[in-house]
């Protein structure tokens, strides 16, 4: 296991190495003008397996198909979460997996890049522009036009959005910048919300998963109390929010969803729900009345269920990655208090 871990170690090295220059070289007033109408295939690059990840390209794929109606949509990721987010997406056509662990299944791992030049597309784009991976994806990719994703370069330096900076409105800004250099005229809207497009069976469904857990109507604020490494808060942390919330809200159910590892931070204190199906998870959530959660996978899929979600940051940059619209917030919690933190769930209940 060491040794793997120091073989990606070094590929991702490696891999960064190569594809530095990759894409910021471009010089947009040289591209060549594009028909929209011409746009009916369109590849997104974003080889990566984490949830979160894969769950906040949900708004530039969303932006895609809302300028180009008529396409179809190829993804080219890592793992198999992109077929679970991307169920409902009518527009969604191929998408290009690779194995998480490539040297272990080194033929599935070749045979992915290898499907990358079996098709030509009319677009290719980089979801990520750091993502040195979707860089060379990009670079590999059949088509005449590629937009490498660069949010350093003028696509985002020279707009004048202040939330240009977040990991999923990022690329989406960008996209829009270069779309309007090649000739193609975007409606200045808003950007799309995470979404993973619930269907009306789906969200009867989690509304019966959560009845069966509670067995009453009243009001629900749902926990998720683990996250990974240092974004993970203690259980002195998280019993001291729990035990204020029991307080001041004894007319709501307050539950917890566990994680795949089915750690409680609260010691299995709460009402708890534990799911390995993505979208049951996202069901149930979507049921709930507010979810409050560190940073991590499940703070996005909470807010790709459209409901309220207050992410904690004591770690992570909280512009970055914070959940937006659907009244969600990010909140440093290294400046707050507990008192404080119940404030703002209180905010987001009463609106």
Known sequence: MKTLKKINAFRRKLTKLLTKNIGNTQIYENYDLVNKEDIKRILICRPNHRLGNQLL???IVQELIEI?????????????????????????????????????????YLWGWIQLRQKRYDLVINAIGNSSSGKLST???????????????DSVQNLKNKDHIHIAKCPVYALRNYLSKIGIDINKTKIPSLDIKLSDLEIAEGKKLLKELVNNDKKTICLFTYATGDKCYSETWWLELYEALTVKYTNYNIIEILPV??????????????????RQICSFIAN????????????????????????????????????????????????????????????????
């Open 261 to 278: 590892e089915n750690i409680s931070k609260i010691n299995f204190k709460a009402p708890n729900f534990y799911s390995k199906d993505i």
């Open 68 to 108: 180009f109606p008529n396409s179809k949509i190829d993804l080219f990721v890592k793992g198999n979460i992109a077929s679970v987010i991307f169920k409902n997406y009518d527009n969604i056509d191929t998408i290009i997996s690779l194995p998480k662990e490539h040297f272990k299944h080194i033929f599935k």
């Open 288 to 351: 709930t009345d507010v979810f409050v959660g560190a940073d991590s996978g499940m703070m996005h899929l909470a807010s790709a269920s459209l409901t309220p979600t207050i992410g904690l940051f004591s770690i992570t940059n909280t512009e970055v990655y914070q959940p937006y619209y659907n009244k969600n917030i990010g909140i440093n919690t290294n400046s707050m208090n507990t008192n404080e933190i119940i404030e703002i769930i209180e905010n987001v209940l009463s609106k």
């Open 57 to 59: 390209i949900t708004p």
């Open 139 to 153: 670079k590999f990719s059949n088509s005449k036009h590629k937009y490498f994703g660069d949010c350093n370069n």
